[in-house]
């Protein structure tokens, strides 16, 4: 699910644990941030406005949730990103730092809610992910679907991104979720192959591959969108295995940021890539032919997602006409 970061850094004794899961694992240090990723504080206005309004219909947003570094920037234009299905996570990346745990029920009024807090936010491109919610017989994609249809009956002229989970085992759930016409159909890949089991031990790297695909199969018009963690000990030479696994399955938008560690207990940074290497794979990745590529330290999948879905078609149509 969700390419995510985070900046809490301890967790407080006799507090809930955020990652039981996790509280056996060895400490690493949490590697100081070069000044490439430094980001402003979330003091704006418009900050406030977005936070009032998503408290008061009691929403969730993975900015939040896993202390996303953009939310000031964000946020200031009202671009929040709604996490659905509850705040708890049935897997247990390694990477990530959304609570894990047994989930919460379904609130059957959180399509309703979002699409009003799209209203009121006047927004004209929405991004929803959700956790993974291994313990649904659907893996939660007809609340995708509830979500989708709320948002377009309130919001018709909004374009809708879904950043799904996998829905690993979950038969017809991805088929269920392309036939409700999202605009964009993102999934993460999140890292290269062979980190798969140290980093998303609960996924598969080639059903991710291949869910993507099958977006494309079903429905040629949507976008599909995916994205990387770089800085967790992948060389070069696999990302741009991953790219070209990526074209195959007929990727349109490639995102890629480097991965920040969300407390000592998470898989450690391995080191820091360079603005300049960014720009690089950003080179690669569009040589390689992918519609649109973002590549640079904080790209996040929902990261400047309206202004790129603008692009994204403007990309189409030069391409196909
Ligand atoms: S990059 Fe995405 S997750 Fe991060 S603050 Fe912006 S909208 Fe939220």
Redesign the pocket.
């Known amino acids: 699910m969700a390419t995510l970061i985070d900046t809490h850094k301890n967790i407080q004794p006799k507090q809930k644990l955020r990652h039981p899961e996790k509280a056996k694992n060895p400490e690493s240090e949490v590697l100081r941030k070069p000044k490439w990723i430094r980001v402003k504080a979330p003091t704006s206005k418009g900050f406030a406005e977005t936070r009032k309004i998503v408290k008061d219909k009691g929403l969730v ?3 939040e949730e ?1 202390a ?1 570094p ?2 000031g920037e ?2 200031e234009k009202s ?3 709604f996490m659905i299905l509850g705040e708890i996570c049935t897997r247990a990346c390694a990477f990530c730092n959304i609570t894990t745990g047994l989930p919460n029920a379904i609130d059957p009024q959180e399509p309703a809610k979002i699409a009003q807090a799209v209203k009121e936010m006047k927004l004209q491109h929405v ?1 929803i992910t959700s956790v993974d919610r291994d313990d649904l017989a659907d893996g939660g994609a007809q609340h995708f679907v509830d979500v989708i249809e709320a948002i377009r009956g309130l919001n018709p002229k909004t374009t809708i991104e879904i950043l799904t989970p996998d829905f690993l085992r979950k038969e017809g759930a991805t088929e269920t979720v392309i036939d409700a016409q999202p605009d964009v159909f993102n999934h993460n890949l999140e890292t290269v192959p062979r980190l798969y089991l140290k980093i998303r031990p609960g996924a598969r790297y080639f059903h991710s591959l291949r869910l993507l695909e099958k977006v494309k199969e079903r429905d040629p018009s949507q976008f599909t969108k995916s994205g990387l963690m770089v800085g967790l000990g992948e060389t070069k030479e696999e990302v741009m295995q991953v790219m070209d696994d990526m074209r195959s399955a007929g990727i349109d938008f490639l995102t890629i940021g480097q991965y920040l560690q969300p407390t000592r207990k998470h898989a450690p940074v391995d080191r820091f890539v360079t603005p300049e290497e960014f720009k690089a794979y950003e080179t690669i990745a569009k040589a390689k032919g992918f519609l649109l590529v973002s590549a640079t330290p904080l790209t ?4 400047h997602a309206d202004s790129d879905f603008a692009k994204l078609q403007a990309a189409r149509q030069a391409k196909y006409g």
């Open positions: 947003t993975v900015c896993a996303c953009n939310i964000c946020w671009h929040a990103t991004v996040r999948s929902s990261y």
